[in-house]
T-cell receptor
């Protein structure tokens, strides 16, 4: 069964410091991985997908199949990055649901 | 604004009661997903419908049921409510079955007293 693990429930980082939100997954096939973000009083929204290999709001995430990880990184944290971050996995081919991790609440300390 | 709407915003009820949460997907989206977000368990997938048919089931209790209507709106029915059912219930929609890009609604906060 597929599983997504976010080991840190809470993470506090000083403004300007690097951020890394950890995500590990277990899935035997070829997964699609995502990061979703929920800012205060806003709805959950897609931040980025590993397939796109994009950088959104300064965040990047690289899929490491050897380590089964998809950590979210940003070199210099900004106060507006404070939010709840969820890592999610979608099996490729045939499964229509996302499996979410339990989330990490990121707080940027001014 | 993602276009997914959910009603009501807040719901307070007592144990043993039954409630119905409603979701309207974005225009053109055929898939609807329900999630439960609680403090200790994070975001958990409950169930998915596509064009009126159930497509995938997650950690949905037998006391919970859902359906998607011909106009594509969906309802999540929660019965015999327990204190532990208090949570934020999200609906999401996507245009197809893949669920790759899901757009979330604002959620319904259910409090069971």
């Amino acid at each position: 069964a597929q599983r997504v693990t976010q080991p840190e429930k809470l993470l506090s980082v000083f403004k300007g410091a690097p951020v890394e939100l950890k995500c590990n997954y277990s899935y035997s096939g070829s997964p699609e991985l995502f990061w979703y973000v929920q800012y205060s009083r806003q709805r959950l929204q897609l931040l980025l997908r590993h397939i796109s290999r994009e950088s959104i709001k300064g965040f990047t995430a690289d899929l490491n199949k050897g380590e089964t990880s998809f950590h979210l990184k940003k070199p210099f944290a900004q106060e507006e990055d404070s939010a709840m971050y969820y890592c999610a996995l979608n099996q490729s081919f045939g499964n229509e649901k996302l499996t979410f991790g339990t989330g990490t609440r990121l707080t940027i300390i001014p | 604004d993602s276009g997914v709407t959910q009603t009501p915003k807040h719901l307070i009820t007592a144990t043993g009661q039954r409630v119905t949460l409603r979701c309207s997907p974005r225009s053109g989206d055929l898939s609807v997903y329900w999630y439960q977000q609680s403090l200790d368990q994070g975001l958990q997938f409950l169930i998915q419908y596509y064009n009126g048919e159930e497509r995938a089931k997650g950690n949905i209790l037998e006391r919970f049921s859902a359906q998607q209507f011909p106009d594509l709106h969906s309802e999540l029915n929660l019965s015999s409510l327990e204190l532990g059912d208090s949570a934020l219930y999200f609906c999401a929609s996507s245009v197809d079955l893949s669920g790759i890009r899901q757009f979330f609604g604002p959620g319904t906060r259910l409090t069971v007293l």
